[in-house]
């Protein structure tokens, strides 16, 4: 298996937007590719190089597997240079952190040998693995769930409690865009984001390659809680946009920014409400009624399905739906009125 040959099938899948997720390629292992079916096996046929994905029939008896081309350490080696553009260098930044951001916002995530100097990863070399994440945007999947985030047209300091690969982050990607655009809810918000990881905007060359909207700022690759007073004193945000919060510094600046009158809107890991209950930091978050909402997704049946949302009193404010759609926010609108226990009280239309 040739670079070229994935380089090539890379693209591929970017400008036909196929609808895959990931790419996984491992030293000595064949090169998996998950997409909306599931797990498949990449290979390239022996005479044209076209590229194939092999269905795992029977994963107890791997088959298939043995039938993919392995990927060795030359093709990794090959594969950096290109997402680098032969200057890796350049990017050893971002490499220490485990991962590094190219064109289009697709992210590299890798691993090996770490080069560690007074506790701090200065970089990662001899890389045995990658894990190419395809950027998606799904704009309008937040549409139905924005109207629960909203008390006439002030924004709801919301947080979005998500398992791994559930979806948070394009729910948030498309709430950024849809209050920084505005609509028939009202006018669009003045939006800054803090992106430590590159993942909300996946800046290249310090322009977003997502939309997130004609009114929003975004301070790429900085730590969260330095970012957000950085932007609080220099973007005057109305709504500060953060992904994957969670740290003591982190919650402080986030309720600093509460105190100056910024709404925010962050998302992090977990289950469901119980899960981040079992955190002290959150608990006491939760207690102290800091975030008005709490959207809960769950990647059953499908990523960005919305499980539960819930006030600040932790009731629940609309029921559990589930849609055969890839993002149950999208395909639902809700009539909702707000009692005075707490709860919604919803219709589907």
């Given at each position: 298996?040739?670079?070229?040959?994935?380089?090539r099938f890379l693209e591929q899948v970017i400008t036909e937007k196929e609808p895959i997720r990931e790419i996984r390629i491992r030293i000595g292992k064949p090169v998996f590719v998950l997409d909306s079916e599931g797990e498949k096996i990449l290979n390239f046929?022996?005479?044209?190089?076209?590229?194939?994905?092999?269905?795992?029939?029977?994963?107890?008896?791997?088959?298939?597997?043995?039938?993919?081309?392995?990927?060795?350490?030359?093709?990794?080696?090959?594969?950096?240079?290109?997402?680098?553009?032969?200057?890796?260098?350049?990017?050893?930044?971002?490499?220490?952190?485990?991962?590094?951001?190219?064109?289009?916002?697709?992210?590299?995530?890798?691993?090996?040998?770490?080069?560690v100097e007074s506790g701090h990863v200065k970089t990662v070399r001899d890389i045995s693995s990658l894990n190419i994440r395809i950027a998606h945007e799904i704009k309008g999947c937040a549409k139905s769930v924005l109207p629960h985030l909203l008390s006439g047209?002030?924004?709801?300091?919301?947080?979005?409690?998500?398992?791994?690969?559930?979806?948070?982050?394009?729910?948030?990607?498309?709430?950024?865009?849809?209050?920084?655009?505005?609509?028939?809810?009202?006018?669009?918000?003045?939006?800054?984001?803090?992106?430590?990881?590159?993942?909300?905007?996946?800046?290249?060359?310090?322009?977003?390659?997502?939309?997130?909207?004609?009114?929003?700022?975004?301070?790429?690759?900085?730590?969260?809680?330095?970012?957000?007073?950085?932007?609080?004193?220099?973007?005057?945000?109305?709504?500060?946009?953060?992904?994957?919060?969670?740290?003591?510094?982190?919650?402080?600046?986030?309720?600093?920014?509460?105190?100056?009158?910024?709404?925010?809107?962050?998302?992090?890991?977990?289950?469901?409400?119980?899960?981040?209950?079992?955190?002290?930091?959150?608990?006491?978050?939760?207690?102290?009624?800091?975030?008005?909402?709490?959207?809960?997704?769950?990647?059953?049946?499908?990523?960005?399905?919305?499980?539960?949302?819930?006030?600040?009193?932790?009731?629940?404010?609309?029921?559990?739906?589930?849609?055969?759609?890839?993002?149950?926010?999208?395909?639902?609108?809700?009539?909702?009125?707000?009692?005075?226990?707490?709860?919604?009280?919803?219709?589907?239309?």
């Open positions: 298996m040739k670079a070229e040959m994935v380089q046929d022996e005479k044209s190089g076209n590229p194939e994905l092999l269905r795992i029939e029977d994963e107890k008896e791997n088959s298939g597997i043995e039938n993919g081309s392995m990927a060795d350490s030359e093709l990794i080696r090959a594969l950096m240079e290109i997402f680098a553009r032969h200057s890796l260098y350049a990017y050893e930044r971002e490499i220490s952190q485990g991962f590094l951001t190219i064109r289009g916002g697709h992210r590299i995530g890798i691993t090996g040998k770490a080069v047209e002030e924004f709801l300091d919301t947080l979005v409690i998500s398992p791994p690969g559930a979806g948070k982050t394009t729910l948030l990607r498309d709430l950024i865009r849809e209050l920084s655009s505005g609509g028939s809810w009202g006018s669009g918000k003045n939006v800054s984001v803090v992106d430590e990881r590159s993942e909300i905007a996946a800046c290249f060359g310090g322009v977003p390659q997502c939309d997130l909207g004609p009114r929003t700022d975004v301070m790429d690759g900085c730590p969260k809680a330095v970012g957000m007073l950085m932007m609080l004193r220099s973007m005057a945000p109305q709504v500060l946009a953060v992904d994957e919060a969670g740290g003591e510094e982190e919650i402080r600046a986030m309720k600093y920014a509460m105190k100056c009158g910024c709404r925010i809107l962050a998302t992090v890991h977990g289950a469901d409400m119980e899960d981040i209950m079992k955190r002290p930091a959150w608990k006491d978050i939760v207690g102290e009624k800091i975030f008005s909402r709490y959207v809960v997704l769950t990647g059953v049946p499908t990523p960005g399905t919305v499980a539960e949302i819930y006030d600040e009193s932790v009731c629940q404010c609309r029921e559990k739906s589930t849609c055969e759609d890839r993002y149950a926010a999208a395909a639902f609108s809700y009539r909702s009125q707000l009692r005075m226990t707490g709860k919604w009280e919803n219709e589907k239309i």
